[in-house]
């Protein structure tokens, strides 16, 4: 049981190139997210998915794209990179989104991404 | 607006017992949850309270009082290995389980 993985571990990207980052989970988990984190702050969330065909914004979505066509894997496309999307980003999953929510996400690695 | 509060840093003596706070403001309330985060690694689950009152999980305690919008982690017989960010989340109101992120506390431990 691998959990959520992520891939690549580091990237470095010119400015104006794409780049897709992967996220796989194999715990079943129908809610997927993506987030950023910038040093010394918090995480911020980019867009989330609840299921297969399912996705919505989250904060800070601008400059990225997101597909969700099983429920595995949730990739994250960035388009025309840009300094300002130098990053950390995390993928995680979990169970359910009920209220009240008791169920925990669980991260995958990290991508560190530089735009330069 | 949405804020969640947290010091920016900590440090404490290995075996001492160390409180680390968080006040939050968010447009509803689902959850609030703990996550402990060593540098260069992603973020693992402590804890999570959902009721006012604390919550024991071995070394680590979790305590919410929702009136207040306040919540804080204890950790007791502390550790070099919990040299780490800690950080506060709150699950928003409206389900699917979004998290809002305080910027975490670093907490550094010495001998």
């Known amino acids: 049981n691998a959990g959520v993985t992520q891939t690549p571990k580091f990237r470095i990207l010119k400015i104006g190139q794409s780049m897709t980052l992967q996220c796989t989970q194999d715990?079943?988990?129908?809610?997927m997210y993506w987030y950023r984190q910038d040093p010394g702050m918090g995480l911020k969330l980019i867009y989330y998915s609840v299921g297969a065909g399912i996705t919505d914004k989250g904060e800070v979505p601008n400059g990225y794209n997101v597909s969700r066509s099983t429920t595995e894997d949730f990739p994250l496309r960035l388009e025309l990179a840009a300094p300002s999307q130098t990053s950390v980003y995390f993928c995680?999953?979990?169970?359910?989104?009920?209220?009240?929510?008791?169920?925990?996400?669980?991260f995958g690695p990290g991508t560190r991404l530089t735009v330069l | 607006g949405q804020n969640i509060d947290q010091p920016t840093e900590m440090t404490a003596t290995e075996g001492a017992i160390v409180q680390i706070n968080c006040t939050y403001q968010t447009s509803g309330f689902n959850g609030l949850f703990w996550y402990q985060q060593h540098a260069g690694e992603a973020p693992t689950f402590l804890s999570y309270?959902?009721?006012?009152g604390l919550e024991e999980k071995g070394r680590f305690s979790s305590f919410l009082s929702r009136s207040k919008g306040y919540s804080y982690l204890l950790l007791k017989e502390l550790q070099m290995k919990d040299s780490a960010s800690y950080l506060c989340a709150v699950s928003k109101a409206g389900g699917y389980n979004k998290l809002i992120f305080g910027a975490g506390t670093r907490l550094a431990v010495h001998p």
């Open positions: 715990m079943n988990h129908n809610y």
């Open positions: 995680a999953s979990t169970t359910s989104g009920g209220a009240p929510v008791t169920d925990t996400q669980y």
């Open positions: 309270n959902v009721l006012d």
